[in-house]
């Protein structure tokens, strides 16, 4: 019985593979409707997900698995720097925000 050779393996592999994910883009405002907002309408960040990972950050279950795995509390300071970063850019005038496209 023959066996394909290592190289055309690799290759049906890397042919199997999924495509990446497409890259991170700032969340939108929509209108009523539920239609996605014109390019020209001011986009909007939302912080939600900064605050709610500070919030999971100083949660107890996340304190005592930080404190088993590397033997200190979470000092959330990362977390506190998101928020303050997606804050400070919401209260930001939509002329001094620059969207970057990836």
């Known amino acids: ?3 394909p050779p290592k190289e055309a393996a690799a290759a049906a592999a890397a042919a199997a593979a999924p495509a990446p994910a497409p890259a991170p883009t700032t969340n939108v405002n929509s209108s009523s409707s539920g239609l996605a907002a ?3 309408q001011v986009r909007r960040v939302s ?3 900064c605050f709610d990972a500070l919030w999971f950050c100083y949660s107890p279950f996340h304190q005592m698995q ?3 795995r590397y033997g200190e509390f979470d000092t959330c ?3 506190w720097n998101a928020l303050f970063d997606c804050l400070s850019l919401k209260t930001k005038k ?3 925000v ?3 496209r990836f």
Do not use: A, L, N, R
């Open 94 to 96: 939509s002329s001094e």
């Open 66 to 68: 930080q404190y088993y």
């Open 77 to 79: 300071f990362g977390k």
């Open 38 to 40: 014109p390019q020209d």
């Open 47 to 49: 912080c939600t997900k």
């Open 1 to 3: 019985m023959d066996h």
């Open 98 to 100: 620059q969207v970057w």
